[in-house]
């Protein structure tokens, strides 16, 4: 830990110094530097020639760096294991999933950052994104993109008021084959914006409050599950596992499903313009209309703690993270920025994805819990809850019984 300090006040003192001397070269003398970075980042990133384009515009910025660069590819999803496989032989900067954080701070393979970097997080990055590259108050990544999920909808089946609410949907008359709404837990992940969305936690809002426990089997939570039971049971609500959305969406079959940006073009393939997008809507609890929240991360730019060349290699991790490189990487690959200023241009602003992604991570989302304590227990309950009510074992008559029993398996 004492290391990782000295190597984020290193960092910080370094990018202050190399702001100050503009690029006139080290110590302001003209010195010449040979440096040797390597970096991780996805397929995309090289196939669109995003990464080779922002390698050589660094090095024009930089003239104080003789810099050789080694690429290499790494997906965003793979980076924590192959970072804590050989920490030393790891890449000086990454990209990486925001839920990968917390290991890799454990492990000590991650920079704080400092300086210019950590300025640019907490000035230029939407606060509900922040958060996600953030441990405390301590940054450890430059978040680039977001990664959340939100509504589809089928417009030949539903309008843009019909899907505001989950009673909306489901109450909408559509033909007997059709299915209004399609419930699917993602193994926990979309599960919890039913609990988060009424106000409920694991282990406090951001999972590392472990003194706070699970609140699931208040009498708020035995209201969500009293919901659930009779959404999950309703005859107009089809069911993960037992038929498919692309099965569905292809005959016209399906009104509304909750999906990500990475399965966006299969969908654009089937249904063409009869394709929605919005932001998950409320539903009704006791009489509330209650905004459902979903889990939020995003993927972030990182620097190896073990980095030999800690100062370029942090003014580089600003570099890809900055508002210019955001819109670069949207333009070439899709990527909706983090960025306020990169997410507020003409040109993201114009684009109907990047909206609603927008708007769902402001409006219906609550960032995904990181915490170990979080992650090696609530992917192995959570979702016994649905798949219980779908068989028939969690019923209106035991609800309170088996959330206590859940509460007890993440708790004790």
């Known amino acids: 830990m004492k290391k990782l300090i000295a190597t984020a006040l290193i960092a910080a003192m370094s990018l202050t110094m190399l702001a100050g001397c503009g690029n006139s070269g080290a110590a302001g003398k003209g010195d010449v530097t040979d440096v040797a970075l390597k970096v991780w980042?996805?397929?995309?990133?090289?196939?669109?020639?995003?990464?080779?384009?922002?390698?050589?515009?660094?090095?024009?910025?930089?003239?104080?760096?003789?810099?050789?660069?080694?690429?290499?590819?790494?997906?965003?999803?793979?980076?924590?294991?192959?970072?804590?496989r050989d920490v030393?032989?790891?890449?000086?900067?990454?990209?990486?999933?925001?839920?990968?954080?917390?290991?890799?701070?454990?492990?000590?393979?991650?920079?704080?950052?400092?300086?210019?970097?950590?300025?640019?997080?907490?000035?230029t990055i939407a606060e509900s994104v922040q958060a996600t590259a953030m441990v405390g108050d301590a940054v450890y990544g430059i978040p680039f993109t977001h990664n959340t999920f939100y509504m589809y909808y089928d417009k030949t089946l539903m309008t843009e008021d019909d899907v505001k609410t989950i009673e909306g949907i489901v109450n909408k008359e559509t033909a007997d084959d059709v299915y209004n709404f399609y419930?699917?837990?993602?193994?926990?992940?979309?599960?919890?914006?039913?609990?988060?969305?009424?106000?409920?936690?694991?282990?406090?809002?951001?999972?590392?409050?472990?003194?706070?426990?699970?609140?699931?089997?208040?009498?708020?939570?035995?209201?969500?599950?009293?919901?659930?039971?009779?959404?999950?049971?309703?005859?107009?609500?089809?069911?993960?596992?037992?038929?498919?959305?692309?099965?569905?969406?292809?005959e016209h079959r399906l009104g509304v499903w909750f999906d990500g940006s990475w399965n966006d073009q299969m969908y654009?393939?089937?249904?063409?313009?009869?394709?929605?997008?919005?932001v998950i809507p409320t539903y009704n609890l006791n009489g509330t209309d209650t905004q459902l929240k979903g889990f939020y991360s995003s993927k972030c730019i990182g620097v190896n703690a073990a980095s030999k060349n800690m100062a370029p290699a942090v003014a580089f991790a600003a570099?890809?993270?900055?508002?210019?490189?955001?819109?670069?990487?949207?333009?070439?690959?899709?990527?909706?920025?983090?960025?306020?200023?990169?997410?507020?241009?003409?040109?993201?602003?114009?684009?109907?994805?990047?909206?609603?992604?927008a708007s769902e991570a402001n409006i219906a989302s609550v960032m995904q819990p990181t915490s170990a304590e979080f992650n090696s227990k609530y992917w192995n309950y959570a979702n016994t809850i649905p798949t219980e009510i779908r068989s028939g074992d969690l019923t209106h008559d035991n609800v309170k019984e088996k959330l206590d029993a859940f509460v007890k398996a993440m708790t004790e």
């Open 268 to 278: 654009v393939d089937v249904l063409g313009d009869d394709l929605g997008r919005g």
């Open 319 to 357: 570099f890809l993270g900055n508002e210019e490189n955001q819109i670069l990487r949207f333009e070439k690959s899709g990527q909706i920025p983090a960025n306020i200023n990169a997410g507020n241009s003409d040109a993201v602003k114009a684009d109907a994805l990047a909206t609603v992604i």
């Open 183 to 250: 419930f699917e837990s993602g193994g926990g992940w979309k599960l919890g914006a039913w609990y988060y969305g009424a106000g409920l936690s694991v282990f406090g809002q951001d999972g590392y409050d472990i003194e706070a426990g699970v609140d699931w089997n208040n009498e708020t939570g035995v209201a969500v599950t009293d919901y659930l039971i009779d959404l999950i049971n309703n005859t107009k609500v089809a069911y993960d596992g037992e038929i498919s959305v692309s099965e569905l969406i292809a």
């Open 88 to 123: 030393e032989a790891a890449a000086d900067v990454f990209l990486f999933a925001s839920d990968q954080l917390v290991e890799l701070v454990n492990a000590g393979a991650i920079a704080r950052l400092g300086g210019e970097a950590e300025k640019m997080v907490k000035e």
């Open 41 to 84: 980042v996805p397929q995309n990133q090289l196939d669109t020639g995003i990464i080779e384009e922002q390698q050589k515009a660094f090095a024009e910025l930089h003239p104080e760096w003789n810099i050789t660069w080694t690429t290499e590819i790494v997906g965003e999803d793979v980076a924590k294991e192959n970072i804590l």
